[in-house]
């Protein structure tokens, strides 16, 4: 395995007192530079005659990497550390969300309105015409992030409070890049039923349901029945977000190497919510000869150990992994590190696409098949080409809000990623280029309006 590349999820600051000498800082940047790390801010914190005190921040491939920065720093002979924190931890500390009103309370008039008596008036408006709920509260405008913490990133089972963090950090993308208020609710029970019911209870104070990080197969009947028992958006982002980006990848990916979706090998590894989403989504789009594998194989009609939802991807073919790969087009990774090698790309069909998506260490890293593949993404920022669904879900339910659409659809799925995959243009489409960035400001309201239009013509737009 590749070491992987020193990033800001590690970094750490260091609170050191320098003499004031020639060279004082320069011994603590070559230690930090000789230790792995790679330098970030550095700021004056105090400044005398004698000495200054400065913040360095570095980033660190890892907790050990960090603590190896560390230990570098304090050996330095007439350096003083004085203190030293996590920047990521740092940045959790107290949460990363609070509430705002939206209006100041100055005098009693404000109060009047605001709350009691004059709140009734609205009050009762919305129980004559429940339509307006949407006009008079939050819920036009409020998205509900519903967890179990049963399968937190690729961290497993953590349970409600430690699913929090992701949460809350998937509410702050919300309101970046969409403008959309949305809340972690995490639940303290992995019981289906118990889940389905308690999001039934609360679905009136929101206007969209968003699940995330409940494990599979129960996921799949979670978000079916809320679909089929509310009348508001419910959306899997594991599932659906994962899918929509991936195609958009794909799309734009199959251009470079002049390939059709119909008449090329697909092989995904990872048969959990992601992989089988992202194979309904791309038979939809039009792929034919699909191989999902688990981490058994080949999900192969032989066996006998298959749930339901892996069923509707059984195969005649059977094998390994390896097998799978062997004269496929693309291959795309939503399971663990290291688990393809530079053979198994070697063996796939000419100008291979491969699209290793597994956090924090891809199912193979890039520098291994560099020059082998005509395209390689990941799911990393520090790499280019990253498949990230935060292009996906902000633009998919800001659409579905704006239109009050009473669901979700594949439609609506198949458009978002043709709409993100447009925001490259063909002329300006590389082997490094495949994917807008996070940050570009275009991609929400593009996927937005996609999902509208579909919305409207399937006649499930309110508005």
């Known amino acids: ?34 230790s792995g790390g790679s330098l970030g801010n550095i700021d004056i914190v105090e400044k005398s005659r004698e000495y200054t005190v400065r913040d360095v921040s570095a980033d660190a491939s890892g907790t050990a990497a960090a603590a190896a920065i560390e230990k570098a720093v304090r050996s330095l002979s007439d350096i003083e550390v004085l203190n030293t924190y996590d920047r990521t931890f740092a940045l959790h500390k107290g949460g990363k969300l609070r509430v705002e009103a939206k209006i100041p309370l100055r005098e009693q008039d404000d109060l009047a309105m605001a709350y009691t008596p004059g709140v009734g008036r609205v009050c009762v408006e919305i129980a004559n015409n429940p339509e307006s709920v949407y006009d008079y509260t939050i819920k036009g405008n409020t998205v509900a992030i519903v967890s179990d913490g049963s399968a937190v990133l690729g961290l497993g089972n953590l349970g409600a409070a430690g699913s929090m963090p992701v949460m809350e950090g998937k509410a702050m993308l919300f309101k970046e890049f969409s403008g959309l208020d949305a809340f972690p609710i995490c639940l303290d029970t992995q019981d289906t039923e118990e889940i389905i019911e308690t999001v039934k209870r609360i679905a009136p104070v929101f206007g969209a349901i968003n699940l995330e990080d409940i494990s599979a197969p129960r996921c799949f009947e979670i978000e079916k029945r809320l679909q089929a028992d509310l009348d508001i958006p419910v959306f899997h982002d594991d599932q659906h977000g994962t899918a929509i980006v991936s195609l958009a990848a794909l799309i734009n990916s199959l251009k470079l190497v002049k390939k059709n979706i119909s008449e090329i090998r697909l092989v995904i590894n990872g048969a959990g919510a992601a992989g089988l989403s992202m194979g309904r989504l791309f038979k939809r789009a039009g792929l034919q000869e699909l191989i999902i594998c688990d981490s058994k194989g080949i999900i192969s009609r032989d066996r006998t150990d ?105 439609e609506m799925f198949l458009a978002a990623g043709n709409a993100i995959a447009s925001l490259i243009p063909d002329e300006e489409l590389t082997p490094n280029n495949i994917m807008p960035s996070v940050f570009d400001s275009r991609v929400a309201p593009a996927v937005s309006v996609a999902v509208q239009e579909v919305a409207r013509s399937a006649g499930i737009a309110r508005k």
Do not use: W
Not at 27 to 32: L, R, W
Not at 378 to 388: A, E, F, K, L, V
Not at 394 to 403: E, H, K, Q, S
């Open 1 to 34: 395995m590749v070491s992987l590349t020193p990033n800001p999820s590690y970094s750490l600051t260091l609170r050191i007192k320098l003499p004031n000498q020639v060279g004082a800082l320069t011994k603590v940047i070559e230690a930090i530079a000789c």
């Open 306 to 410: 298959l749930s339901a939802a892996k069923k509707e991807f059984a195969v005649d073919k059977f094998g390994t992994l390896a097998d799978a790969m062997k004269g496929a087009d693309v291959f795309m990774g939503v399971s663990a590190p290291g688990v393809v090698t530079v053979e198994m790309v070697k063996s796939m069909a000419a100008d291979p696409i491969v699209f290793a998506m597994a956090n924090p260490i891809p199912e193979i890293q890039p520098e291994l098949i560099e020059g082998i593949v005509a395209v390689v993404a990941t799911g990393r920022s520090d790499y280019p080409n990253q498949i990230n669904n935060v292009l996906a879900f902000p633009g998919v339910i800001r659409g579905a809000l704006d239109c009050r659409a009473k669901e979700i659809t594949t």
